[in-house]
């Protein structure tokens, strides 16, 4: 068979080579004869009171180009060839604009001027809708100027650059925030103007989440990595539409949205921390947990477990080097962290999706001296050092978060989103002491050891659907159907206790067992149903005074579950010997002394928690000054039950009505005068209000709840004067003023203390307790500057300063001469034996600052950002002011936190268009986290060689952290 027999013949196949040629010729030629005629598209975007719009963003969405406005709300788009196109505007706080336009071949230039409507949602309930422009440093200014409230913004943009990896580190770099940390370091909680972390929430994406915490309904921020962010907001007031239980402010985590265009960005990144270069990472075997308790694997019929149903491979305790081999036996595994982000928009943009991914393994720790301290020991009026400690901690952190949004267009007037995430959150910490008991220098020292091996698993689950219509050209509807549900499990939390010993012939020193042990489990959850509602009427006939009349609401059914399982144990014999990091749990014999756990424990409850909420809003201008605001009521309805036959089930119902007023002063497109008055509540926590008592351990003394706890409210003011002279770079100035009633804190209550709760055995306890009314005043300042010219180009500064001023008063315990005028303090006990002349303890009331509030706080950035040559730098430092960690029974003898300064590093540099090179370096100071007493120790010997500045004061602990070193690279295919 011929080959070629199909094959047309060479003048045929020259013939269609020549039809073809002069075909695509021609489209050249009308290709060039249109571009010939392209035109410039130029124009202005302006808000409804004709300022300047700075950053919004352009687009023409067939032609794919893209562009922001200048200074002065102009932009210009060049090339644009003939035919008809789409541009659409988009603007940080308002509504989208799109509109039609044509080129028809005769106009060099097109003019389009464009006023763009705030969004309704802006303020609202929820915010439906957000903006991806959202995650440069533009869109979080933006964010700030438009807003009705006060509010600080963090961009995706500014995140990423930093030295932080989780959400609760970035919240530290925010004006009038300070973190809580935990044992290795890590910030876990916020701390919002010198508030307690009891007094701020939590939204994602506008929606409050639940807490895995067992016993506190703010939610632990180091769960969220924070390259799952495009930006983080904080208001710092509350209109009606937002719920009233904040007075320190609200945390807005605002995920990642869906793009306009194709996104997909990639990180990789690994490190470690520099204390296991000096020790080694303890560390036991994790997977021999059992996250079900005896009792809740026991065959049906049998009603106490068998000691043979506790796991022992868990408390055998091992150690691991870093070390620069890879191969090398026992190497403790480096840092590991990754992303992945995707997003697209389908069906010609109605249908956009992004589905975004982290997952960190890091390795933490700390190094700790601590003091047993005690006040008012033998009525003395210093403190007595019972104990010296060296703790050492190390810590695997297993964080990953996986969340997805989707919206859809159906038409011009109506839109749906989907969104879910879940957050997972695993440490596994292992805790060494070494305790030297500070005997009499007479008598041999007893020293102890205590080891503990605990794992913490976190989750947090939130499933939303979210809905957006225009009703018509007046009414608009917003709502969303919610499910959240937080875990934390906490199994077979035990320690083993060893005492050292040298009855042997060669005076060995021996550690021997010879202390009972407790091994518990414990687990809880918190699961929300929740429904929001906003409805937005904007009259056609008072456009003129952009006035809007809002109404909505929210329902929340809150269910809250706690397991509480205790077993105890003794040793059999009841003197055995234990080497450290040799000797087999397993060896060592136990008799079960409690094996049908602990199913009655009033640490076995169930709670619940209704809200139901509606409130009135409304919002005009009149020429350049809006006008925010109206009234807001919560009805609580909130109680108990417990598996103890002892306490019977509570409850508590009330009303809050929360009314609030906003003015925002527009004298400039660049400048705002603000000023705010709102009332606020905080109620206390689910487990607070629970008559329970929680026996004490080596770290705390015992805690209690109080059932006579009422919620906190508050009178808020605020003013702020904003310039935002760029796009990018701000001037704020603002003052606070908080008169907060009924304030709860964590108190240390002796028995003779009139809050002292009857329930309770008479013991000295930590018990929460509503205070006398509490003032809480500051000012704010914020500094942010890009140099674009001259010797400093490509620099910036980003600064904030925060000075709080509180005022509280407590009841604190003295030894004190009875006088006539205080002879009544004394219980009838004491006055059969006590008279006039003599000394006693006796309850006075001394001023405070409020628990957590540090006097000063500051952020100071260096930034170096070269886009020619894509390299940036970053040198950020961390100011925190001393504050009271923890609030003692007696007078002065509060447990302060030293003021520390913080300083970190990050270095990036692109390369190949599209990828980042990068390192991050955090503490690099290795500042250490101290607490301490403003009074010198009671004399003792052994004592004042160990504490630095024992004529002065008392140290009660100190950490070191030591640095975090990561190296990493990151790809963006939009770049």
């Not at 975004?356 to 007595?384: C, H, K, M, W």
């Not at 955090?922 to 607490?931: F, G, I, S």
């Amino acid at each position: 068979m011929n080959c070629h027999q199909n094959r047309p013949p060479l003048y045929k196949v020259f013939h269609m080579a020549k039809k073809r040629m002069a075909i695509v010729t021609l489209l050249t030629i009308c290709h060039f004869a249109n571009n010939a005629h392209a035109a410039v598209l130029k124009g202005k975007v302006i808000s409804e009171n004709n300022e300047p719009l700075i950053g919004a963003a352009v687009s023409i969405y067939n032609l794919d180009l893209h562009i922001t406005t200048n200074i002065d709300g102009t932009f210009k788009i060049g090339s644009v060839p003939v035919g008809t196109h789409f541009v659409e505007i988009s603007y940080i706080g308002y509504l989208k604009y799109r509109i039609e336009f044509t080129i028809s071949g005769d106009e060099d230039e097109v003019y389009k001027n464009i006023t763009l409507r705030e969004d309704p949602a802006l303020i609202g309930e929820v915010v439906v809708t957000t903006s991806y422009e959202g995650t440069s440093d533009a869109g979080a200014r933006a964010a700030e100027r438009n807003s009705a409230v006060v509010l600080n913004a963090v961009s995706a943009e500014s995140i990423e650059a930093s030295p932080d990896i989780t959400v609760a580190n970035v919240i530290q770099r925010v004006s009038g925030l300070t973190v809580e940390r935990n044992a290795n370091g890590d910030g876990q909680y916020a701390i919002v103007r010198g508030m307690n972390q009891r007094y701020n929430y939590t939204l994602v994406n506008g929606i409050k989440i639940p807490s895995p915490d067992n016993e506190n309904r703010y939610v632990p921020l180091d769960i969220f990595p924070a390259e799952l962010l495009d930006q983080l907001a904080v208001s710092k007031s509350l209109t009606p539409s937002m719920e009233g239980d904040a007075i320190g402010g609200v945390v807005d985590l605002r995920m990642k949205d869906a793009p306009k265009k194709k996104l997909l960005t990639a990180s990789f990144s690994t490190g470690f921390n520099t204390l296991y270069l000096t020790r080694p990472y303890d560390y036991f075997n994790t997977s021999a947990v059992n996250f079900q308790s005896p009792m809740q694997r026991v065959p049906a019929g049998q009603r106490v477990a068998g000691i043979d149903m506790f796991s022992t491979e868990n408390l055998n305790f091992e150690q691991r080097q870093l070390t620069a081999n890879p191969f090398a036996s026992g190497m403790l595994t480096p840092n590991t962290l990754g992303s992945i982000t995707y997003g697209d928009r389908f069906m010609d943009g109605k249908f956009g999706v992004v589905l975004a991914a982290s997952y960190q393994n890091t390795f933490r720790g700390a190094d700790r001296i601590e003091f047993g301290v005690s006040d008012n020991e033998f009525g003395s009026p210093l403190p007595t050092v019972s104990r010296y400690q060296e703790r050492r901690y190390s810590v695997e952190q297993e964080r990953a978060g996986v969340h997805s949004m989707m919206d859809y267009q159906i038409n011009n007037n109506n839109k749906l989103r989907f969104y879910n995430a879940v957050l997972h959150l695993e440490n596994n910490e292992t805790r060494v002491i070494w305790e030297d008991g500070l005997r009499d220098a007479n008598r041999e020292r007893t020293l102890e050891n205590n080891w503990r091996g605990q794992v913490n698993r976190q989750r947090i689950y939130n499933s939303t659907l979210q809905g957006e219509h225009i009703i018509d050209d007046e009414f608009t509807v917003d709502w969303s159907l919610v499910y959240s549900l937080a875990t934390q499990d906490m199994p077979d939390n035990s320690q083993l206790i060893t005492v050292s010993n040298y009855d042997t012939p060669e005076r060995e020193l021996r550690w021997l067992v010879h202390e009972n042990i407790i091994r518990i489990w414990e687990n809880n959850s918190d699961q929300d149903y929740a429904g929001y509602y906003n409805l937005t009427y904007t009259p056609a006939h008072l456009r003129r005074y952009n006035l809007e009349l809002k109404t909505g609401g929210l329902l929340r059914i809150k269910r809250r579950e706690n397991f509480f399982d205790l077993y105890s144990f003794r040793p059999n014999p009841g003197v055995q010997e234990y080497r450290p990091f040799e000797t087999d749990y397993a060896d060592i014999t136990w008799r079960l002394t409690g094996g049908a756990g602990t199913p009655s424990h009033v640490l076995n409850y169930q709670s619940y928690e209704d809200v139901f909420a509606q409130y009135g809003e409304f919002k005009f201008q009149v020429k350049k000054t809006q006008f925010v605001g109206g009234v807001r009521a919560e009805h609580t309805n909130q109680g108990y039950s417990t598996a103890s036959d002892h306490i019977p089930d509570g409850a508590q119902e009330y009303w809050s009505i929360l009314p609030s007023m906003h003015m925002k002063y527009m004298p400039t497109g660049k400048t705002n005068v603000r000023s705010s008055y709102f009332r606020s509540i905080s109620r206390p926590s689910f487990l607070e209000i629970i008559p329970y008592r929680r026996p004490g351990t080596e770290e705390i003394r015992p805690e209690g709840g109080n059932p006579n706890l009422v919620p906190v409210d508050a009178h808020n003011f605020d003013a702020r004067f904003e310039y935002f002279p760029t796009s990018t770079d701000q001037i704020l100035i603002g003052g606070f003023y908080k008169i907060i009633n009924n304030p709860i804190e964590q108190a240390i209550l002796a028995p003779t203390d009139p809050n002292f709760p009857q329930f309770l055995p008479p013991a000295t306890t930590i018990v929460p307790v509503n205070l006398e009314t509490a003032v809480n005043q500051g000012i704010e300042f914020d500094y942010m500057k890009t140099f674009e010219y001259g010797f400093f180009k490509n620099f910036g500064i980003r600064a904030n300063y925060t000075f709080t001023d509180s005022r509280i008063e407590s009841i604190k315990r003295t030894r004190t001469e009875i006088t006539e005028d205080n002879i009544d303090q004394l219980s009838p006990l004491q006055r059969e034996t006590l008279d006039i002349g003599d000394t006693t303890l006796l309850n006075v009331m001394q001023s405070r600052p409020l628990q957590g509030q540090s006097r000063h706080i500051g952020n100071f950035s260096l930034l170096y950002r070269n886009k020619e040559k894509g390299f940036n730098a970053q040198v950020s430092m961390v100011y925190t002011g001393s504050r009271i960690a923890v609030v003692s029974a007696g007078v002065d003898t509060d447990w302060w936190m030293r003021d520390m300064v913080q300083l970190d590093l990050s270095v990036e540099k692109t390369f190949a268009k599209k990828f980042v090179a990068f390192i991050k370096i955090a503490n690099l100071l290795d500042t250490p986290y101290e607490l301490f007493i403003k009074k010198p120790h009671m004399p003792q010997v052994g004592v004042n060689e160990l504490q630095p500045n024992s004529a002065t004061e008392t140290l009660v602990r100190r950490d070191f952290y030591q640095r975090n070193i990561l190296f990493g690279v990151r790809y963006n295919f939009n770049q």
